[in-house]
């Protein structure tokens, strides 16, 4: 059984992630593969390079992400550009990562699961929800963006409401830490009960 994580930008996915990846659950992490994907000597990267100039490299040589953040959430058609071209390469490792899995169940992490062609990868969807204003104040805190574009990145995604329209289950992680490792936990045994629930369902 595969599960599909999400939720918008600052919601906890890697707080949810870590805590399942200790419970011994495979984690394919959508944002760790965009990353490795334009590492440098990449393809991905040389294209990045040829469109926007060795201005949005970091002087190791390594992605400016903060600054290709800034370029592609002001301009529409350059965020669409880069989709283009990272989207099935990450495709591609997602599907390749699910091959090797073999943990209870496999959870999928993207932000762009319910966006994306990622869905039909995956069982069931788990939603990590907080609002709009904790969104905020949490990236701000944690990669030093500007409110502005964080409201620019929040208002690119799925809206709210539709997010959890089509969740399977929510995770309210608008309190401690503590509180969501109890959450999680829960969880972890309610999924590795429904996976066994649908291996029983495909024997028969």
Not at 29 to 38: L, S
Not at 176 to 197: D, G, M
Request: proline fraction near 2%; charged fraction near 35%.
């Amino acid at each position: 059984m595969i599960v599909g994580i999400t939720g918008g930008i600052g919601c906890g996915k890697s707080s949810v992630t870590d805590q399942l990846k200790q419970l011994n659950v495979d984690i394919i992490d959508a944002d760790i593969i965009a990353r490795e994907i334009v590492e440098p000597g990449k393809l991905a990267l040389e294209k990045i390079v040829n469109r926007f100039g060795r201005d949005i490299l970091l002087p190791d040589g390594r992605l400016d992400r903060a600054k290709l953040r800034v370029i592609v959430f002001s301009e529409k058609e350059e965020r669409l550009w880069l989709e283009r071209l990272t989207h099935p390469l990450i495709d591609t490792e997602i599907k390749a990562q699910i091959k090797s899995a073999n943990s209870a169940y496999i959870v999928l992490s993207s932000a762009l699961l319910l966006e994306s062609r990622q869905r039909a990868l995956v069982d069931l969807i788990v939603v990590i929800d907080i609002s709009e204003n904790l969104q905020i104040e949490r990236t701000i805190l944690r990669d030093q963006n500007s409110p502005q574009l964080v409201k620019k990145i929040i208002g690119s995604q799925l809206e709210r409401e539709e997010r959890l329209s089509r969740a399977d289950i929510v995770v309210d992680n608008s309190y401690s830490l503590e509180r969501l490792k109890k959450e999680i936990k829960k969880l972890h045994h309610e999924l590795i009960k429904e996976a066994k629930n649908r291996e029983r369902k495909n024997k028969y």
